[in-house]
Nanobody, 120 residues
Framework: QVQLVESGGGTVQAGGSLRLSCAASGLSFSSYSMAWFRQAPGKEREFVANIYLSGAITRHADSVKGRFTISRDSAKNTLYLQMNSLKPEDTAVYYC?????????????WGQGTQVTVSS
């Protein structure tokens, strides 16, 4: 059974930092590309960042580029999202997701989400 469990969310003041983690189990982590998405109240879920199998290729949404960094540790089966210079508009539930291989757009597995709240 595949499980993705996010942690590290919380409340932080604008300008602060948080590091989200996503622990994966029940899958061959190195065979899955991973991503972070977020959903703010009343808004659609949006892409934040993704990382390919090897970890060498990453992509970040324009809204977080230069502030957030996605990374992965295959030895620990864990995905990370380092979030710096947080803004109130970053407030959302953050989800990690996994898809097999590097191609395609459908992520088959999702975590339960972790709340990030940025106060002004």
């Amino acid at each position: 059974q595949v499980q993705l469990v996010e942690s590290g969310g919380g409340t932080v003041q604008a300008g602060g930092s948080l590091r989200l983690s996503c622990a994966a189990s029940g899958l061959s982590f190195s065979s899955y590309s991973m991503a972070w998405f977020r959903q703010a109240p009343g808004k659609e879920r949006e892409f934040v960042a993704n990382i390919y199998l090897s970890g060498a290729i990453t992509r970040h949404a324009d809204s977080v580029k230069g502030r957030f960094t996605i990374s992965r540790d295959s030895a620990k089966n864990t995905l990370y999202l380092q979030m710096n210079s947080l803004k109130p508009e970053d407030t959302a539930v953050y989800y990690c997701a996994a898809k097999y291989g590097n191609s395609g757009t459908n992520y088959a597995y999702w975590g339960q989400g972790t709340q990030v709240t940025v106060s002004s």
